[in-house]
């Protein structure tokens, strides 16, 4: 960790702040130059990051030179990790489709989608039971008969299933009838619950939160290692910016800049990420070329009666399209 | 709502999506233009936003006329909504300073900075006893305990008490002990959050998320509204951009904006908004300027000791020379 | 158009502007509805553009209904255009692979690094002779003699080359000597330099502005082909967002959405948009799944040399081995 | 300068950047940590930069402890510049009303305009001859005629005048007719403009880009003074965010972290930092209270018939309202 003192810090105040370093067990370095005083702490100065310098009236500006987070980077774990799903494998090489209606509505509806999500070549089947949705007036999920819904059919079709978890309340059904258990984006930094799924032996689907920066993500997972769960993986869903063309940023570079950080598996969603139906399976396509580990896509069969995320979902033909697309850009770059 | 056609839309999907509108009770309006096909529809479009019509793949674009709110909005409430926490009434022209440390620490801390609060003309006292933090590794609050010193010192300083909760399970023993309840930046659309202080009868001082739009803002208002809590306060407290010389950049146009389109109080956290003790002074007295309701300010009693927000945390001497300049600046503007 | 008025508007404030948009031979529309007036106006908005109607106190909001651009709009222009530089034709269908150092520093860089790009198979030279630097301390480039430099070596390597212009004092240099020409991303709203390069018959290549949405980079074309010149290339470059783990962040989604909207050819910069070595093949690999028409990528024979962009400049060998990356991708996905 | 080196660095790689630092004339500093090892170079820094270490593959990133300007710093300049418009002084305490159109239209409109401006006590005249506009559509300004009529209006109302520069072949007759130039947002990294600017003797107004943050401002400032003119006044005017419901976002946090950083004047346009006309006096009030050493504020005789910026501009009787709502608040603050 760098400090870098403010032009007017005195010798007194520098002589306190490297007993300081010293006192937590690092060691402390002065670097006096001609413009500015910095100190040095060299060790683990995440122990250091706690004492916040930065609050000393003396202090211009803090530098770590470590990432905040232990567990979710790649430095001490160089193989990349391989989380499964029911019967699906997610990391280490494999590309695995993730699809599924967006909410289930009813039985006909998920069954359909969960229909053309096999015939896609999907692995595992996605729904929400759950929605968290912007309107109170807007259909929030079917809750517990939703997820019964969800689990039949992905039992019809031997796909496993993963849904999202919105509150603490819900953890125990979830944990008992789900595959696997998604943080939305809007829950990405909802700690207690971050906890709490880190308290399970479920395999949880992260998704980046729409004012996240890459580091804010990883240090939501590492909240769930750190509780004890070591099955995460990180979903790029798009980030919120100035374009209103789409209904996210997809920021595709995530993907290969999150593997070179971390060895937890990574995919995206370009349903969510674009908003838009044209834009998915060009998006999705993107997504494998820049190196991810899969895609999460809605589809529905009848996506202008769906009572959420229409606009985004695939016609089932256009999903089947899109997992023929996949099979062919990925056999080019020699993955499976 | 005005529903844009794509070029290439038919005649028979546009008398379907005109038919679809009257089947809502709408009256359906046909409007075609050299360019493109113009649909539209009178009366109370919120019931045809569940209709996703941007779902249908021959239109092009859907335009609310009406904001997604009802009882957030000030067209039928005209009169500014006061909230009273405790002994100190928010909004209706008056202007609240809320003032305490970021966590409670200590009995020594939290009753130090309560009295810095008080003596600064405070009229609410906050203070964090759950701790949503970046990290795992974080100190994350003394929870019940802390709650209890919080109290505490209120009492002792005749102020009531606001403080955030970050858990549905944690709800029954806030409203037992607190005046106020916050929910904070990262909550902001954890809706189960957002329902369960919708079925209390606490004012809840409801913070602007980092990614949050004036409406999302409104929406989330909404929800604790349309579950029957109408004592909410809106925060500005700064949202995520590009600059990074800030912690987060204060929107500060957001006040006057709020307080046209919605009847509730709104106020300022300029120490979250800016990061920066040297920028907390002038944003609060900014803020003021801007028309807010309020301000709430950080103090501890010995900032670079502080074990979260240090950096941001006025000394007890600045707070008191803030509640000076502030009486200075509302007086000038005639207000009181 | 469609004008949405206050609660408040009374009916000859009504009446007055109906009578506005009939004076500009458009066919106004009334519908009253129970919480707004809303008034329409069919025909060709934009001349009613001009008439500012937000600037009247009674109206809340003004929603245009068509693009404000005509020229670039693939609205009456189904068909691609195909933009030819030199011997290279960029639209309809092909790849292009445009390659080239940042900046051209001397002879012995600019050959070196034109042989790796004509090895890669790129069909245009790139290389700064102005170079619009963040700092007046930086390297500015070598102006009229870099540029020889930079014709030399695409004479050499038989490839036409584009360089960037950065004042309208400049421009007839830069017609005499490049095959195209660049107006870069700070200069993407430099309204006099986009007029000047609309009078010449050269092919331009228009980058995305740091903070432009997908229509202000249209309407910045619009400005070309609105002065005569219809050889535009679009180029999406990364805008600035909150993320600061790359440079920018690559708007992979802004290629399929300009395609659908535009009859321009469009092409990616995952340099500038990464900023980071390591993400500059992924990302190309990822715009030409996306459905780019070429890629445009910064390559230096010894990038920790170089006088600009070195952290974001290939190795000519991975220029090469990009090269046949891409030619395996577009090949799985049906294109040349 | 810190550099951080990535863990699979090896000894030679270290040795032979220890070697490039101590060869620029620096201090080389070696830090060898558990996880890391680090480097750092003491001196002036910002001949370093331009080595560009970050373009070292083994380089993992580096982290300057400088400002990359020095002639715009406080640090070697603490007291205030002040710089004179005409017989106007811009910084130094005092508060400047710069009021206008935005742009020139005819004689009658820039002479009532003007009027207004001067009552409400505003010290300059700003008006727009030379207009950059997102379509080319629009109305672009009346050019040497429009400079005539503002200069004309100036001097009746003995006011000194501010307008645009938007192309270097425009800046004889600018330095010839007008008091100061403004360098707009579009072109603040228009560096030959700067240049331009920089080597005449004129008063420089310098509006933030909607795309810089605080030090890209600052470094384009440093532009102007390093080619020697140190008459530069700097200007907040919003950025471009992700919120919509504004026309930018007005950064004015801004004011006090340049008033920090920088000995430059710094003011504040709060028309079209918001870009409606409700929300403009409001943020005028609040860039005083915040401590900004002038608003400039566009008004109009008769907004709704103005050729551009319409909605945001003031009707004269709330410019001269909001004249005196400053007077009272800078009295309530005690500044003039």
């Given at each position: 960790m760098i400090i870098v003192m403010k032009p007017e810090a005195d010798k007194e105040t520098v002589d306190r702040l490297l007993e300081k370093i010293e006192s937590k067990g690092l060691k402390p370095l002065h670097m006096p130059g001609a413009e500015r005083v910095v100190l040095g702490a060299l060790g683990d100065e995440r122990v250091l990051a706690e004492l916040q310098l930065e609050a000393e009236p003396s202090v211009e500006s803090v530098k770590p030179i470590l990432a905040p987070y232990k567990l979710a980077a790649r430095d001490l774990h160089p193989h990349d990790s391989v989380i499964e799903i029911g019967n699906a494998a997610i990391g280490g090489g494999r590309f695995a489709l993730i699809a599924g209606p967006c909410a289930v509505e009813n039985e006909e509806q998920v069954m359909a989608s969960a229909k053309a999500a096999k015939e896609a070549g999907?692995?595992?089947l996605r729904g929400g039971a759950y929605k968290p949705r912007t309107s109170p007036y807007?259909?929030?999920?079917?809750g517990p008969e939703g997820l019964e819904l969800l689990r039949k059919a992905g039992d019809a079709h031997d796909l496993p299933i993963v849904t999202e978890l919105v509150d603490t309340r819900d953890l125990d059904l979830l944990v008992e009838k789900s595959d696997a258990i998604q943080i939305g984006t809007r829950n990405m930094q909802n700690f207690e619950l971050l906890k709490a799924v880190g308290g399970t032996d479920k395999p949880v689907m992260l998704k980046r939160g729409m004012a996240a920066k890459i580091d804010d993500l990883l240090m939501a997972a590492e909240y769930i290692l750190a509780h004890g769960n070591e099955q995460v993986i990180l979903c790029e869903r798009g980030i919120r910016t100035f374009e209103t063309a789409t209904r996210n940023t997809l920021d595709l570079a995530a993907v290969?800049?999150?593997?070179?950080?971390t060895h937890l598996p990574v995919i995206v969603d370009p349903s969510?990420?674009?908003?838009?139906?044209?834009?998915?399976?060009?998006?999705?396509?993107?997504?494998?070329a820049a190196g991810a580990d899969g895609v999460m896509v809605e589809v529905h069969y009848n996506?202008?009666?769906?009572?959420?995320?229409?606009?985004?979902?695939?016609?089932?033909?256009?999903?089947?399209?899109?997992?023929?697309?996949?099979?062919?850009?990925?056999?080019?770059?020699?993955?499976?």
């Open positions: 999907a692995r595992v807007s259909f929030q999920g079917h290969p800049l999150l593997k070179e950080k969510h990420g674009t908003g838009k139906r044209e834009l998915v399976t060009p998006m999705a396509l993107a997504a494998a996506p202008p009666s769906a009572l959420s995320d229409g606009p985004q979902s695939l016609y089932p033909e256009q999903m089947v399209a899109l997992g023929d697309q996949l099979d062919r850009l990925l056999g080019a770059l020699g993955r499976a």
